[in-house]
């Protein structure tokens, strides 16, 4: 590897971490409610998220690939036209599967941000629990593996729960949590 290309991987890992950073930024801008549904979630039930998360994380991706493979056999037999609903249909379930991970990473991002600046404004805990996210990610093998599963599949899961159940956890220092 030469420094060009040294260089440029370094720019394009500067560019995708802003990226990341501004996407987050806009959905917890854009979705302050949900993101703290999801952020509360994760907190009051990280282990179930992190269940609920793998599970649909996995169905959903086996059923995209199922449907792509589909499509793929049906444009050989002469289909044209079915293999390209199948493949709009598994590209919408890929998208949306995509969304629910960055609503994830944004809650996630949330929910780190309010431990590391407790006192901090709900925009500058967001930035700084995303950069402290992406700044981890760069640590070998525990950073490049563990953090991004762990993040995506707690995430992914809160999303999902905080979706089909409407209620919010009750909050840690509450009198209903120690009931």
């Known amino acids: 590897m030469n420094w060009d290309q040294f260089a440029a991987f370094f720019f394009m890992l500067g ?19 949900f993101i703290l549904r999801a952020r509360t979630t994760a907190e009051k039930m990280p282990i179930r998220s992190a269940l609920v998360g793998i599970i649909n994380f996995a169905f959903f991706t086996i059923l995209s690939i199922a449907i792509l493979s589909i499509a793929q056999e ?33 809650a996630m991002a949330r929910w780190l941000g309010e431990r590391i600046a407790p006192n901090a404004s709900a925009r500058r805990q967001s930035i700084s629990g995303i950069v402290a996210l992406e700044l981890a990610c760069l640590a070998p093998i525990v950073g490049w593996i563990l953090i991004p599963l762990s993040v995506i599949s707690v995430g992914y899961g809160s999303v999902i729960i905080a979706l089909v159940w409407r209620r919010t956890p009750a909050p840690i220092d509450s009198p209903i949590s120690s009931l």
């Open 74 to 106: 049906a444009e050989g037999r002469g289909s044209p036209g079915g293999a390209g609903f199948l493949r709009f249909i598994a590209a919408l379930i890929i998208l949306f599967l995509l969304a629910f991970i960055a609503f994830g990473i944004a």
């Open 15 to 33: 560019i995708f971490g802003i990226g990341v950073a501004a996407l987050t930024l806009v959905l917890d801008v854009m979705f302050p409610h």
